[in-house]
């Protein structure tokens, strides 16, 4: 190896004066042919020169390689993220399996581009300016003055196919692209005002189908051309603002002017050109039935980012998340959950589908700011996946949301054309507590073909006639047709339907609405909206030109549920007819076996135990937790006061006593709880609850440690404890503790022991009692103990060649979280664990269980609402459990069980019970949570006995109740029940109050004010700070009373209330009902 390492050395110092030596042969050659030095030069310029141009070109070229390589990469990565034909700028080698490049298509539109123009401006010209200048008075010297569409024609980036629904359509996607230098220019002489537009830019998907396939040429009968999302479009308008100082046009904006364009060209609308003369199908193409309706459950969401920062961000807040739901024309928006970066809503809301594949549904996670909304994610999705799924649960990510996810629960509802399923479908929505409306049974479609022989005006003019179509309280309009008697509008209307048995569909034919264009006939822009944003019915016309009422339980009896004939229209000419074309379409769920379990709202008990998994020998179909599972008690500690506290803040060595800051530590159960700090005090009260889950185990101790509040080192107050045995055998122990360690103090607490029982009769009382025991600080009482045993998973999802996860189960309450330990990896692990976990409203919340693996990959998800175990017999499910997202066999067995948390003191606090509400008042009406309404949510209606007579001034149901612990009088202010107007509208009602004999701003208080009703609920605490004996010396003083409106200067007395607390028994705490008295008469 040495000898072979020295002949190379040898050989490179060789090749190295080999080739020095070449640079010396020039010029030894020059000397022997005679040649002079300028020679030499001369051949080492050429020589150079050469060898420059050689570098260069081979840096083009290395150029040339990477900058193809480079835009080979970007086409393919756009392609991927779905970007690549956008803007029209793939080079023409790129190709993808399904899209055309066409470019012969975009010769042929380059050619007849100028031809397009000359018809654009013949047509803007002599039909478009008249129409315009008759629309209204102010616009009679409209004139266009330049129509120029410009040099740059229409692309088309790429042209794909898909296989139409039947035999006899076609549909093509052109992704086109238009880029345009088209000048159009307007003038209203009347008013010196040009404006116009120069320049526009339009991209998008637009869809034409061919349909329907003649025999016969032209083979195709018609084209209908729509956008199925909407497009991106840029107009740039010049003397915009001079246009809008017209009378007439001030109300209009730019921003107005382009959605109406924009939405003008996507679904539901469609542009129908029909191709041979008397197409018969011609309403049917422009407004087809729907390929479905997708009912989408707007569950909640988790991890959103915070958008609210305080103090220029150095103390972070939380956002006040709402969801904005798009498809198409179609937009909902959600409620505000304020304060919260993991909302609920459990909304539900219905779309019509047209075009699948195609369109998607887009749904936006706003925070509501008061200036401008910050985006908080956002996520799209394809309603193929929905169509192929039927039913589709899982939580999404969030685009721009950071770690934010967001649950859907999608349902492909199948349009039916017979009643069959009806009875099924009406049941089944019995069940879903869907919100802010109740779920649809059906669909209607109403074709609005013509009329005939309408009555003419009392002048002999023939009308302007134009459509109200009816379901319940949602109206649709037509079009306005100018000076006929038989107009022709072609158009369709639909409506979702509730019960189609019980409904009815009515139709008024009127001349145009008061408030149309002014000074003149003619057209206007009209617009209709999707059913999910209804118009609010309005029956104020001029007069009507006939009527027509259908009863949909005809339809139901119909051949395929379709009814198309002309009605006689009422309270018309006698020869007046209406031709319509009414179908009804049956909303079912047609979900495979192998679904997820039908919508489970919290307030319904759908949610079952699947026997799939359990079916198998080699599975219980029950889970095995420990005898000693579901045995835990609640220890509710309430650290009530201190006395005589050894003063730790002295002055000056000593000489000068001072007092201390005191706050106290309390230890059980391996929970540690921390209390407030009262400055300046050796007396303390902190009035402060706290609750820790525990098991009876021999040797546990509730601790209590005082300490003094310091700068550098918190000094020692003393301790005490109670052994924990006894507080569980005794059920309550109110003492003071001497403390220990220290020259004096003694501590005041109440340890009481909940135990939990499993029936939901009690959550009620149990809910009433802790609203009045609810102290000022801390958390909410629980009212509830959820005890899960998480058993084993079966079938997790495993991907294709690689091996099972290490799958663990994280379950969520609110914000509590835990957590099962990592099993080997098996598409089946075993956990056998139980957690525990207290609940504050079972009505409203739910347990969340993700399994995952030990990378945090998600394997499934289960969503179980706790109003299911309210449900369910002694309060407890226990079964298989479908993950969604994990595949269509993916379970978990586990056994979860609500007990109700029963206090000994739940009968003083409750009161016993209440008094009823009168029986002819309205349904006390469903409150939802936000700011301010928690205690709406856990105040339930009183129960009681019957009533006398109806009292003259309506009645006021109270709660009186006086505070021990806190020291504090509590009034709760629940509802007012058939209050009597004073007016012709309804009042503003609200409740004051005001303890006598002060009438100073400290003792009164005001309750919210109601809108518009006669049966408020308030359902709101107040409290004083008076001892017991000085209460019982007091009077309460309830009036009821209309707020002000605009126009009214003074407040409107409705009834007033007068209590003497001497003869209210404030240690009941009852909820009773008060009549109410005339303002002017005396207590």
């Known amino acids: 190896m040495e000898r072979r390492g020295a002949a190379a050395a040898a050989a490179a110092a060789l090749g190295a004066l080999g080739r020095r030596l070449l640079w010396a042969l020039p010029a030894y050659a020059a000397g022997l042919l005679g040649l002079g030095a300028g020679a030499v030069l001369l051949a ?11 570098r260069a070109r081979e840096r083009g070229l290395r150029l040339a390689a990477r900058l193809q390589r480079d835009e080979e990469a970007a086409v393919r990565a756009a392609a991927a993220a779905g970007l690549g034909a956008a803007r ?60 120029d569409m410009g040099e740059k024609p229409l692309r088309i980036l790429g042209v794909r196919s898909h296989p139409g629904t039947h035999k006899q359509q076609i549909l093509l996607d052109l992704n086109i692209s238009y880029v345009g230098d088209v000048q159009i220019d307007v003038e209203v002489k009347k008013f010196f005002c040009k404006a116009g537009v120069k320049g526009m830019q339009l991209h998008g998907m637009l869809r034409i189908i061919l349909e329907p396939l003649l025999g016969d040429v032209p083979i195709v009968g018609a084209l209908t051309m729509f956008f199925i999302r909407r497009p991106t479009l840029d107009i740039n308008w010049t003397g915009m603002t001079n246009l809008l100082d017209i009378p007439g046009l001030s109300s209009v904006s730019d921003t107005m002017i382009m959605d109406a364009i924009s939405s003008y060209l996507v679904l539901p609308n469609r542009l129908l050109v029909p191709l041979v003369p008397d197409l018969h199908e011609a309403a049917e193409l422009r407004y087809p039935l729907p390929r479905g309706v997708v009912r989408v459950h707007l569950r909640g969401a988790r991890d959103l980012q915070s958008k609210d920062r305080f103090m220029r961000g150095l103390v972070e807040g939380k956002s006040d998340p709402y969801a904005v739901l798009r498809v198409g024309t179609q937009v909902v928006t959600s409620r505000v959950i304020d304060d919260n970066l993991n909302p609920t809503w459990d909304e539900v809301y219905e779309f019509i589908v047209h075009e699948v594949p195609g369109q998607e549904i887009e749904v936006e996670l706003f925070d509501k700011d008061p200036d401008q909304d910050d985006l908080l994610g956002r996520m799209k999705l394809d309603f193929g996946e929905v169509l192929k799924a039927r039913v589709l649960e899982e939580w999404f990510p969030l685009q721009d949301g950071g770690r934010g996810r967001l649950h859907l629960r999608l349902e492909w509802l199948t349009l039916m054309s017979d009643a069959s399923k009806l009875d099924e479908v009406l049941q089944r929505n019995r069940t879903i507590a869907a919100k802010p409306d109740p779920p649809s049974a059906a669909i209607l479609v109403v074709y609005l073909d013509r009329a005939q022989e309408l009555p003419l005006k009392k002048s002999g003019k023939e009308p302007n006639p134009m459509v109200q179509v009816s379901v319940q309280d949602i109206t649709r309009e037509s079009k306005v047709l100018y000076n006929t008697a038989s107009p022709v509008w072609e158009d369709a209307f639909r409506f979702f339907l509730h019960d189609p048995a019980h409904q009815d569909v009515d139709i008024q034919v009127s001349p145009e609405c008061p408030g149309g264009p002014e000074g003149g006939e003619g057209p206007q822009l009209t617009s209709s909206a999707p059913p999910c944003r209804p118009q609010v019915k309005d029956d104020t016309r001029q007069s009507s030109l006939g009527s027509v009422s259908v009863h949909l339980s005809r339809l139901l009896e119909a051949p395929e549920l379709t009814l198309a004939q002309p009605f006689q229209l009422e309270r018309s000419a006698p020869g007046s007819r209406l031709y319509l074309k009414l179908v009804l379409r049956v909303l079912f769920l047609d979900a495979p076996e192998s679904g997820g379990p039908p919508p489970a709202p919290p307030a319904q008990p759908d949610l079952q135990p699947s026997p799939g998994a359990g079916s198998s020998p080699d599975r219980p179909s029950k889970a095995s937790p420990d005898p000693r599972f ?7 500690i309430h650290l009530l006061e201190a006395e005589n506290l050894v003063a730790k803040d002295n002055f000056l060595k000593g000489m000068v006593r001072g007092k201390s800051d005191p706050y106290a530590k309390v230890r059980v159960a391996g929970k540690a709880f921390r209390s407030r700090v009262v400055k300046e005090e050796l007396n303390p009260r902190w009035n402060e609850v706290y609750e820790v889950i525990v098991d009876d185990v021999p040797g546990q101790d509730v601790e209590f440690d005082l300490f003094d509040k310091d700068i550098d080192k918190d000094d020692f107050l003393g301790r005490c404890k109670v052994p924990l045995r006894r507080v569980l055998s005794s059920r309550l122990v109110d003492e003071w503790l001497p403390l220990e360690e220290v020259k004096s103090g003694r501590l005041h607490v109440r340890l009481e022991t909940l135990v939990p029982c499993p029936s939901a009769a009690l959550l009620e009382q149990v809910l009433r009692a802790n609203s009045l025991i609810q102290p000022a600080r801390g958390e909410e009482l629980s009212a509830a103990l959820l005890s899960v045993f998480v058993d084993r998973a079966a079938d997790l999802p495993v991907l294709k060649g690689a091996k099972p996860p290490a799958a663990y189960a994280s379950l969520a309450v609110r914000d509590v979280c835990a957590k099962t330990k990592t099993c080997t990896p098996s598409s089946d692990p075993v ?13 409203a919340e739910s347990l969340e269980l993700q399994v995952k693996d030990e990378g945090g990959q998600p394997l499934g998800a289960l969503s179980l609402p706790l109003p299911q175990l309210l449900a369910s017999e002694a309060l407890a499910l226990d079964g298989w459990f479908p993950l969604a997202g994990g595949g269509p066999g993916a379970q978990v067995l586990l056994r979860a069980q609500l007990a109700i948390l029963a206090s000994q003191r739940l009968g003083a606090a409750a009161g016993g ?15 939802e949570s936000g700011a301010g309404g928690l205690l709406r949510q856990r105040l339930a209606p009183a129960d009681s006995r019957a009533e ?5 001034l309506g009645r006021l149901q109270l709660t009186l109740w006086y505070h021990a612990d806190e ?15 004073v007016s012709k509208d309804l009042p503003d009602p609200y409740v004051s109050l005001v303890l006598l004999p002060d009438k100073s701003r400290a003792t009164k208080r005001k309750t919210s004010v109601q809108k518009k009703t006669l049966n408020p609920d308030f359902n709101e605490r107040f409290e004083w700070d008076v001892s017991l004996e000085e209460a019982a010396r007091r009077k309460l003083e309830a009036h009821v009373k209309s707020a002000a409106s605009f126009m009214a200067r003074e407040k409107e007395a409705l009834g007033k209330l007068h209590l003497d607390l001497a003869q209210v028994d404030l240690a009941e705490g009852g909820a009773h009902w008060y009549e109410l008295r005339d303002e002017r008469s005396s207590p």
């Not at 956990?831 to 009505?843: A, M, Q, T, V, Y």
């Open 948 to 952: 006398p007579a109806e009292p003259p």
């Open 88 to 147: 029209g700028e793939l080079p023409a080698w790129v190709t993808f399996p399904d899209v055309e490049r066409a470019e012969w298509l975009n010769k042929v539109l380059a050619q007849a581009w100028p031809f397009f123009g000359r018809y654009m401006e013949k047509l803007l010209v002599e039909n478009v300016a008249p129409a315009i200048r008759a629309s209204n008075s102010h616009l009679q010297t409209f004139a266009f003055t330049k129509v």
């Open 630 to 636: 579901g045995t835990e008690n609640v220890l509710r």
């Open 44 to 54: 080492l310029a050429l020589y150079a020169g050469w060898r420059r141009r050689r």
């Open 913 to 927: 019970g209440g008094e009823p509400e009168p029986q002819d008042a309205e349904p006390r009406r469903e409150e």
């Open 967 to 981: 020291r504090k009088l509590v009034a709760v202010v629940h509802a007012c029940r058939q209050l009597k107007p």
């Open 831 to 843: 956990w056998d664990e139980g957690f525990s976990f207290l609940i504050k409203r079972p009505h």
